[in-house]
């Protein structure tokens, strides 16, 4: 009978935040698939459970996702965990879920910590309707490309950032979304947990010059609605170049020629009003 991949949530740097659920999940499982070895190993050790490790990560996920589904198909139970925080969200992990669920092998998850719905959470922003934009892309393109499509985008947006990265897409993101509120949240469940609550134009002169430290969450807030300009009646109008008409001494016509011009509508018509009020 094929066995199960369990995807288990990991603290995001407090170690409290692993759950009794997530502790009984390690123990349980046949083998562990870590992002990083190393890290990982550190957290069993804690916990003072051992398992065989195997590396599972963006460069050997293609080949190693096989290896692991066969042997899942075998029977076996894995767990996939990353460094920190969820599996598969910025994380390799989304590619085995995705082969696994194609092959109908069952995937269950013990939820813990992620980074983004800790910021969002603690943004100040809305949370009503939000995207997740996850890491910008250094290439220029895309990078543009992808913050060019959000330049309407009218609901809460988060955003991963490495600190040496951060100057640079602060800037990027003031000059393509214009100023906006934003909330820096960094070290999130870390000794040096803080949420800075400022603008777009304050945080990148906070940063220009450096001294980013820990890791970053950015929760930008929506484009404003857009500013739909109020349709203007026609008798509106005649009003309008009737005062416009009598304080710069101007002829009907000249006078709804103007005012057509700011409304958009027919000078034929306003006159036409014009006369009727007049
Ligand atoms: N899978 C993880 C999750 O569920 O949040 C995200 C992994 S992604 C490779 C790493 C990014 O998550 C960091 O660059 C940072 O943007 C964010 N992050 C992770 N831990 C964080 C923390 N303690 N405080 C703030 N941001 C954090």
Do not use: W
Request: proline fraction near 4%; charged fraction near 25%; hydrophobic fraction near 40%.
């Amino acid at each position: 009978m094929s066995g199960t991949l369990t995807i288990v949530g990991t603290p995001i740097g407090n170690l409290g935040d692993l759950s009794p659920r997530a502790v009984e999940a390690l123990e349980a499982a046949d083998f562990i698939a870590a992002e990083d070895t190393r890290v990982t190993l550190g957290l069993l050790n804690h916990f003072g459970i051992k398992k065989p490790l195997v590396s599972y990560y963006e460069h050997n996920k293609r080949g190693r996702g096989e290896q692991l589904c066969a042997r899942i198909e075998a029977g076996e139970n894995c767990v996939l965990v990353s460094d920190a925080g969820m599996p598969a969200i910025s994380d390799p992990g989304e590619d085995l879920v995705a082969q696994c669920a194609a092959r109908g092998i069952r995937v269950v998850a013990v939820p813990g910590p992620t980074a983004m719905a800790t910021a969002l959470a603690l943004s100040g922003l809305p949370t009503g309707r939000f995207t997740f934009e996850g890491f910008l892309s250094m290439n220029k393109k895309s990078r543009r490309e992808h913050l060019l499509s959000l330049r309407d985008e009218r609901r809460t947006m988060v955003f991963y950032e490495a600190p040496h990265k951060l100057p640079a897409t602060l800037r990027d993101l003031l000059d393509v979304l214009g100023d906006r509120r934003v909330a820096l949240a960094r070290e999130l469940t870390k000794v040096h947990e803080e949420v800075i609550r400022t603008t777009l134009a304050e945080a990148a002169a906070r940063y220009a010059d450096g001294g980013a430290r820990g890791e970053f969450v950015l929760v930008i807030e929506g484009a404003p609605e857009a500013e739909t300009e109020e349709a203007v009646t026609v008798e509106e109008a005649a009003a309008l170049a009737l005062a416009l008409a009598e304080e710069e001494n101007l002829s009907p016509s000249e006078a709804a020629k103007r005012v057509a011009a700011e409304t958009g509508l027919k000078k034929s018509e306003i006159y036409h009003a014009m006369n009727q009020k007049g």
